[in-house]
């Protein structure tokens, strides 16, 4: 039986392109896949960007109560936080000694990052390591990624099969599976709605903050009644993703005849993400009185993920001679 495994970040609030682009798919796969499905909250990896307990560990918590908002199923898929299974850095020590510092150099995300960040830490450089012991630590052989992930995964195959030469037979050798990212979910100033660029809605906010988020969206500055095109609409663009096919007829003509002007448009919007989004509101909102049951869902995914951890650690140490 093939072993699905990925990694969720946890740098950010989830935002509405984070649910319709990568949350909602990956738990229609998980949810209806036989396959063996493992979802862990990268919290380790957040560790070199977060340097504030309080931050880092609400993110987590964010993180975890939208995916279980979400319908992710526990009984299904096995689904903790990384630092739960501390196994996974003992690992990456042993892959770090096995792959050439100049291959790791050569990383795009680290470049981009080092011309970004501030803190250029060299837990930033070594990602990839960890990112590999994530992955082979549970015999994981289909790993779901972004493009931009790719040449993570391809270090992953690469020190696995270095290992693998040099040591015996030990890892499974992963595949990717790149997840189509041409059709994104705009933010509110028109551009790639992205937590690095404080243009996100985020469904989980109370009415009148989420109002606000969607009062935001910017907008041409034609007159109530005018005819619009409905397609060079940054509103009618997040509708039509979220809205039955009937709906975004309804407003597309209502666009096209005029008459309909920019505020209640956002109106529509904002009552439709409520509508849309209204059983997994009312789940968050009580996981978030509920912080134990999130908490102790985490703990028990984490019992089932280290005992796998550990079968495959033991292998490796026996390989290595300790
Ligand atoms: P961000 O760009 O906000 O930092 P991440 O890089 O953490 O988001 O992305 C996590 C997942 O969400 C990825 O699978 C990515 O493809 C998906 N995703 C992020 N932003 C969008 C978007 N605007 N539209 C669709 N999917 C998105
Ligand atoms: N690096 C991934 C990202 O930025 C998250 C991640 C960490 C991951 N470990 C993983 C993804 C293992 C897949 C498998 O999105």
Known sequence: MAKILTGIQSTGTPHLGNMLGAIIPAIEMANSSKEESYLFIANMHSLTQIKDHTVLKENTFLTAATW??????????????????????????????FFPYQRLKLAHSFKDK??????????????PMLMSAD??????????????????????????ARFNNLMGDTFVIP??????????????DGEKMSKSKSNIIDIFLDDKKLRKQIMKIKTQSLSLEEPK????????????VIASAEDVKKLRSRY???????????????????????????SFFELTNNRDKVENLL????????????????RVRSRVGF
């Not at 979400?70 to 009984?75: A, Q, T």
């Not at 080092?114 to 830490?121: E, F, G, Y």
């Not at 096209?256 to 529509?268: F, H, L, R, S, V």
């Not at 703990?299 to 033991?314: D, I, S, T, Y």
Request: charge should be negative; charged fraction near 25%.
């Open 68 to 97: 279980l908002a979400f319908g992710l199923d526990p009984k299904k898929s096995c689904f903790f936080r990384q630092s739960d299974v501390p196994e996974v850095a003992e690992l990456a020590w042993y892959l770090s000694c």
């Open 114 to 127: 080092a011309d970004n960040l501030k803190d250029v830490n060299s837990g930033l450089f070594s990602y």
């Open 135 to 160: 992955i082979l630590i549970y015999d994981a052989n289909i790993v779901p990624v972004g493009k931009d992930q790719l040449q993570h995964l391809e270090m992953t195959r690469d020190v696995a």
């Open 175 to 188: 595949d990717a599976k790149i997840q189509d990212d041409t059709n994104y979910i705009i933010g509110t």
């Open 229 to 240: 095109n409905p397609d060079q609409c940054n509103v009618f663009k997040l509708f039509k």
């Open 256 to 282: 096209t005849n005029g008459g309909i002007g920019y505020g209640e448009a956002k109106e529509i919007l904002y009552n439709e993400i409520l509508n849309r989004f209204s059983t997994n509101r009312e």
């Open 299 to 314: 703990l028990e995914g984490a019992e089932k993920a280290r005992k796998q951890a550990q079968n495959v650690l033991k």
